[in-house]
């Protein structure tokens, strides 16, 4: 008699729970990018299919997008002051919801870091990617090669309750900055990481012991993973952004 994985037929028996349900991922998500692959032509800007191929992780996401109704969705995941929350623009709450020429998952890395800032800042989910990039649409910054101007960090954070200060970018700026218990906004040029991405928006989360700092990618889970060299992360950057609550909101 042959037996039978009871967690997942395709997996041979004998296999533990726990290394069956990671080939059950790896399996779903051959089937998703297959399915993907055979329907590349049919979505609205092939940059959503391209992250399939760029993230593992975004695969379900663009594989469902197609039958997506485009809403937003709350965000429910606890948050605490202080700590900032790893958070991806093709996350299901808000990756399909359209943003500039295209949706948040391909071109909303500026609304995704700011919201993470801020969720770290005030200590609340009420305000996500999606509701941030509806603040810069409406402030018509929804522009550029990243897909947010500069201008909407420079004037426009009062409508979260925060402010922004800018600083050259340096090793030393950055870490004297994180010292002080915040945040650090910064438009990245393409390939900053060798990671061969377009310029996009970054938050600088933390620094560690030995002076490396935590960047919270939120277009690369990789890059979110592991620590970085300061210098290597001032010379992906211009201008650094402290971000900080408002006085009026403190």
Do not use: C
């Not at 997506?68 to 991806?88: C, H, I, N």
């Not at 989910?125 to 509701?131: A, C, F, L, N, Y």
């Not at 060798?194 to 970054?202: K, L, M, Q, R, S």
């Amino acid at each position: 008699t042959t037996q039978t994985n009871p967690v997942d037929s395709r997996v041979a028996a004998g296999v533990s729970e726990e290394l069956t349900k990671e080939f059950t991922t790896a399996l779903d998500q051959g089937e998703n990018l297959k399915w993907i692959a055979a329907h590349a032509a049919d979505y609205k800007d092939p940059k959503i299919p391209e992250l399939a191929l760029k993230h593992p992780e975004a695969i379900d996401f663009v594989a469902n997008y197609p039958s997506s109704d485009g809403q937003a969705k709350s965000y429910s995941d606890t948050v605490e002051k202080g700590t900032a929350p790893k958070l991806y623009t093709w996350d299901t709450r808000w990756g399909a919801t359209t943003y500039g020429s295209s949706i948040l998952a391909v071109n909303g890395s500026g609304p995704t870091a700011v919201s993470m800032a801020y969720m770290g800042l005030v200590g609340k989910g009420d305000k996500t990617p999606s509701d941030v990039a509806e603040l810069v649409t409406a402030a018509n910054d929804a522009t550029g090669e990243s897909g947010m101007h500069s201008d909407f960090i420079e004037n426009h954070l009062d409508k979260l309750g925060l402010r922004a200060q800018s600083y050259d970018s340096s090793a030393a700026n950055i870490n004297a900055l994180l010292d002080q218990g915040t945040y650090l906004l910064a438009e990245v040029k393409a390939n900053a990481f060798g990671d061969g991405a377009p310029a996009h928006w970054v938050l600088i989360a933390s620094e560690n012991a030995d002076g490396s700092v935590m960047v919270y990618d939120p277009t690369s889970p990789e890059v979110s993973s592991h620590p970085w060299d300061s210098v290597t992360v001032a010379a992906s950057t211009e201008t650094l952004y402290m971000v900080s609550v408002a006085e009026s909101s403190e």
